[in-house]
């Protein structure tokens, strides 16, 4: 090296002040320079360095070493040009390597350009051209970049951001995240490389082979595989769609939860679960939902809907069956009913009401409480009652009440009940309307017996082997079978207190009439707070006003005609210094709406 040429940089370097926020900055230093080469026609203030055998031109300047083939130092503006197989070391956490760089003592900001790589310990990123701010330790991109981590995959973008001391990348426009198990694709991602946490803002989806999720604000953990979506968010899982306010997933282990205004949709068997909370599990094919569940089954006549505290959707596709458990109500149109639970099978069309003896009191002067149906204004009620259905027609077919099987009916005109009951009833539908029905065994019945002018003939009470019915409009054809016993009585010689038979149990108040009605005696619900996820704020733009009041300082110092601390500063920022706009932003998109 030149020691003459040396000692005057050492010289320089001692002498020289340059203003940087108020304080003092040391010039940029010629550690090891090759071969020097002047050249007159540059001025005599610009040196050339060529690298000898013995390395490349070694860089120095507050904390940065920086190695090249190739430099040109202007003295007068502290700026440096390097040429092929440039490499930049910050301490022992930022490297950088690309073809060129020009860099400058007095704004400390760094263009790279040419096969561009920033390794940090967490990730490498890649890209064709980078601006580096020291003074706010912030990498930036604009014309597209890779972002490698090993545990999470790639990350690709048309603009990126790094920020040093945070360990953080935010990513905008034509984001993608490519991960062996799922692609994450949107327009704006907050990156921390640290912790492989990712902030999605604006249209969002995470796909997997098993599962989609969409979000518009979501925070996804890359090492872990959970979520955690609060906007416009939901899950496509096998042929489920899950929605909710607020949703977590996990791939993992193949779980999914939903907080507050929850639709689970079954695509396949044209049903939908409702309520306020809900967990899907895809390994077990089950769903489990409670406070305010619905369970709809969609019909086009006419759609079945069950409620429950809980409800409880298990099985593959092509069987799903329903569980409704504790207070379970249904309702359509022409039929509704009550269990303590309900069991459906979609693939059989069997739906079964069921009580528990552990609710039934032990006072045995009390009504039990038995599972109940009410239809066209009959009511039936029994130990168990199955309902079936026509799967293919989407209709009723026909249904069966075990023991103790009760049907209770007003009468049309008067104050008194229609009853029969016996051991089991079979009933059977036509367009969805009981038509017929057979109390087998034991069977009784009271009835309030009309003329064609409703004029009340008497009072039927028999007993029989069983007994049908039939509903022909309007009227009842009652057929008594097999050992008949009992007559037709008038009115007035038929006593009040033998006109109900023993457990008779009219409970037409608690019929819902409305899918309303099926949450008519719920506790008032009360809904959690949503938290977690801060809207999006919009940081200062990279060539923001502290930056560029040190490009005005370096100009000061530059004696050419040109800012070369200036020329690399996109167009647009140059000039709104000039005509000082309304801030600018980014791309309009990473302005978050501040709601949710």
């Known amino acids: 090296m030149n020691l003459i040429f040396r000692y005057i940089l050492i010289l320089a370097g001692c002498l020289a002040t340059e203003y940087s926020y108020s304080q003092e900055s040391k010039k940029i230093f010629i550690e090891y320079s090759g071969f020097t080469v002047r050249d007159s026609l540059s001025g005599p203030n610009v040196t050339t360095f060529v690298r000898s055998d013995q ?9 940065v070493d920086m190695w090249c083939d190739k430099a040109i130092y202007y003295q007068n503006e502290d700026f440096i040009e390097a040429f092929s197989n440039v490499v930049i070391k910050q301490g022992d956490t930022i490297n950088m390597t690309s073809k ?3 860099y400058s003592g007095i704004t400390q900001l760094a263009f790279a350009a040419g096969d561009v790589v920033l390794t940090e310990p967490q990730s490498t990123l890649t890209t064709d051209t980078l601006y580096f701010d020291r003074t706010k330790q912030q990498a930036y991109y604009k014309s597209m970049g890779k972002v490698v981590r090993d545990s999470s995959g790639t990350i690709t973008s048309q603009i990126g951001r790094y920020y040093l001391n945070e360990s953080k990348y935010r990513f905008y426009k034509d984001v993608v995240l490519v991960n062996p198990e799922y692609t994450l694709n949107t327009n704006q991602l907050d990156f921390y490389s640290e912790t492989g946490h990712a902030y999605m803002y604006g249209p969002s989806t995470i796909v997997g082979e098993t599962s989609k999720v969409y979000s518009e604000r979501g925070f996804y953990d890359t090492n872990n595989d959970v979520g955690y979506f609060i906007k416009n ?3 496509d899982y096998d042929n489920r769609r899950v929605e909710g306010d607020s949703l977590y997933f996990d791939r993992t282990n193949s779980f999914a939860s939903a907080t507050n205004n929850i639709t689970v949709t079954d695509t396949i068997n044209k049903s939908i679960v409702k309520g306020h909370y809900a967990e899907v ?3 077990k094919d089950s769903v489990f939902i409670t406070k305010r569940a619905l369970a709809i089954t969609v019909q086009e006549q006419d759609s079945i809907y069950i409620h429950a505290d809980t409800l409880m959707v298990t099985g593959k596709p092509e069987h799903r069956i329903t569980r409704a458990y504790y207070n379970a109500k249904m309702y359509k149109s022409d039929m509704s009913g009550k269990a303590d639970s309900i069991h459906a099978d979609h693939k059989t069309g069997l739906t079964q009401l069921m009580n528990l003896k552990r ?3 032990g006072d045995e002067f009390s009504v039990k409480r038995r599972p109940i149906l009410w239809n066209l204004g009959n009511q039936m009620t029994g130990d168990s009652i199955h309902l ?6 989407e209709e009723l077919d026909s249904l069966k009440v075990f023991d103790n099987a009760f049907l209770i009916s007003k009468d049309t005109l008067g104050e008194g009940f229609n009853q029969i009951k016996g051991q089991k009833l079979i009933g059977l539908f036509k367009d969805n309307e009981l038509y017929n029905v057979d109390i087998i065994k034991n069977a009784e019945i009271i009835f309030y017996t009309r003329d064609d002018k409703d004029t009340l003939i008497g009072i039927n009470k028999s007993k029989s082997g069983s007994i049908n019915l039939q509903f022909d409009g309007p009227y009842k054809i009652i057929t008594l079978l097999n ?3 009992g007559d037709i009585y008038p009115e007035s010689q038929f006593p009040e207190n033998a006109r109900k038979f023993r457990g008779f149990d009219w409970r037409g108040d608690e019929q819902p009439k409305s899918v309303e009605d099926l949450f008519s005696d719920d506790p008032p619900l009360v809904l959690p707070v949503i938290k977690g996820l801060e809207p999006y704020v919009e940081d200062e733009e990279f060539f923001d006003d502290a930056l560029m009041k040190r490009v005005d300082t370096a100009k ?4 050419s005609k040109e800012n070369k601390a200036n020329r690399q500063i996109p167009k647009k920022d140059r000039l709104k210094k000039q005509s000082k706009p309304l801030k600018s932003k980014l791309p309009v998109y990473s302005k978050a709406k501040k709601d949710n």
């Open 55 to 63: 390395g490349q031109i070694h860089i120095v300047h507050e904390g």
């Open 100 to 102: 060129y760089v020009e």
């Open 233 to 235: 968010s939901k899950i």
């Open 281 to 283: 599990f895809r390994a």
């Open 359 to 361: 609710y039934s009191t």
């Open 388 to 393: 079936i259905s026509d799967v293919e027609k």
């Open 483 to 485: 050992q008949v016993d």
């Open 556 to 559: 000061k110092k530059d004696k």
